[in-house]
């Protein structure tokens, strides 16, 4: 199975910083890799496919970009409604495999 | 509106059976691949079976020989059958819907898979 890891684990930051959030893969997944939010009683929400396309109705705020098996997230300016958990999905391979999630949360 | 709702989960003795199921509105549910996806409390998110467009099922090896996926198409239905449960089972386990798109880049071709739809989730409790 495709391990994803993903740094830092949590963070904390302040509204209008710019957070970045990596995940690297256990093997080639060419740009196979998306990104979702998850908050506390919610569903999760797809936020970037294919490493860098953003999803329908997704602030351009968020992007996505990837380096071999580097992949990052990022917010160019924190906004209040962005504080949650990120995760990195991989969709190259079955079984489908996430990463540990980063917690993002209020300075 | 492309819709998936839950139900199924509730609190159950360990090495006890549920079923989930989940309902599928707003989409042809028979060309789509789906996903059960769980989270436990305070953990991250875990896809625990996955059952193609084709009816191939694939299963996380911590539900392998526990858990069965399935669906019928024809009520736009999925669902999974959990016998044996654990403690460790409990959690939100989430209906989720893989969607697949292509698109060409630099001269190359990517089919990209993504799961862009999910339900709100139901809860699965293994406790004595």
């Known amino acids: 199975d495709i391990q994803l890891t993903q740094s830092p684990s949590s963070l904390s930051a302040s509204v209008g910083d710019r957070v970045t959030i990596s995940c690297r893969a256990s093997q080639s997944i060419s740009r196979y890799l998306n990104w979702y939010q998850h908050k506390p009683g919610k569903a999760p929400k797809l936020l970037i496919y294919g490493a860098s396309t953003l999803q329908s109705g997704v602030p351009s705020r968020f992007s996505g970009s990837e380096s071999g098996t580097d992949f990052t997230l990022t917010i160019s300016s924190l906004q209040p409604e962005d504080f949650a958990t990120y995760y990195c999905q991989q969709g190259f391979q079955t079984p489908r495999t996430f990463g540990p999630g980063t917690k993002v949360d209020i300075k | 509106e492309v819709q998936l709702e839950e139900s199924g989960g509730a609190l159950v003795q360990p090495g006890g059976s549920l079923r989930l199921s989940c309902a599928a509105s707003?989409?042809?549910?028979?060309?789509?691949?789906m996903h059960w996806v769980r989270q436990v409390t305070g953990k991250g998110l875990e896809c625990v079976s996955t059952?193609?467009?084709?009816?191939?099922?694939y299963y996380s090896d911590s539900v392998k020989g526990r858990f069965t996926i399935s669906r019928e198409n024809a009520k736009n239905s999925l669902y999974l059958q959990m016998n044996s449960l654990r403690a460790g089972d409990t959690a939100v386990y989430y209906c989720?819907?893989?969607?697949?798109?292509?698109?060409?880049?630099?001269?190359?071709?990517?089919?990209?898979?993504?799961?862009?739809?999910w339900g709100k989730g139901t809860t699965v409790t293994v406790s004595s």
């Open positions: 707003g989409f042809a549910f028979s060309n789509y691949h």
């Open positions: 059952l193609r467009n084709t009816g191939d099922a």
């Open positions: 989720v819907r893989e969607a697949e798109k292509y698109s060409s880049s630099g001269g190359y071709s990517y089919y990209y898979y993504y799961m862009d739809v």
